[in-house]
């Protein structure tokens, strides 16, 4: 199982095959791979068409295979669809926001490293098939980020799971750290780091900083995402080449109400 607590080694495993990444194109993206501009929005800022379509390849090479996303259907089409319409019931919100959330649990595990193995079935044949490598955690970046957390609880029921709370400064308005609490060898571990609406990515750059503090390297963090801004995407990356970004969709509009409708504090 890849969720037991036992610690893991510090070799990297390259096993994951890179997924197809997919952006959502609108007029107000600049693809050229010499001068991209990639703002971010959010729902209140831009008054705008959502419709999915492939990125540009130039984009795709200048972000590279760190950022990964949710082979597209239409059930996350729909479940996309459910969670950014205003008219959308709490209910009914927090129900598809927790489907989505287990989709992109389940996908960030398939990421871990896994060796393979051989086990006996109960009619006496061997299978050969594979298990994932021991010593993983989880991270919620608060309050959104705890959203996330029951979804991988649900995928491995004795995970640890770490906290950070980052908010801005009032006077500066940069990120700052109030609370941060780790397991004590998460040096060691593989680390699914969950926040799920990547705006500007100035909370989770924080965030990470914080986690390579305690001695953890970015190469052994998944960034578990639902929605992400082109921005927000590449300004993680392009602070931590090494981190590795699992999110449903890339778009310059975020929805950023996730939060606030999850909980319900809108």
Known sequence: ?????QQISSSNSDHAVMKQVRFANNGSVNVNANNISLGAHTDNEVDTK???SEVNEDLQIQLGPQL????LNDQIRELQTIIRDKSTSRGDFVFCADRLIRLV????LN???YTECSVTTPTGHKYEGVKFERGNCGVSIMRSGEAMEQGLRDCC???RIGKILIQSDEETQKAKVY????PPDIYRRKVLLMYPILSTGNTVI???RVLIEHGLQPRHIILLSLFSTPHGAKSIIQEFPDITILTTEVHPVAPTHFGQRYFGTD
């Open 1 to 5: 199982m890849p969720c037991h607590n």
């Open 50 to 52: 959502l419709n999915g």
């Open 68 to 71: 990964k996303l949710l082979p």
């Open 105 to 108: 649990v389940e996908e960030g």
């Open 111 to 113: 990421q871990l490293p």
């Open 157 to 159: 029921r004795s995970i």
């Open 179 to 182: 609370y941060a609490k780790f």
């Open 206 to 208: 924080e965030a990470v």
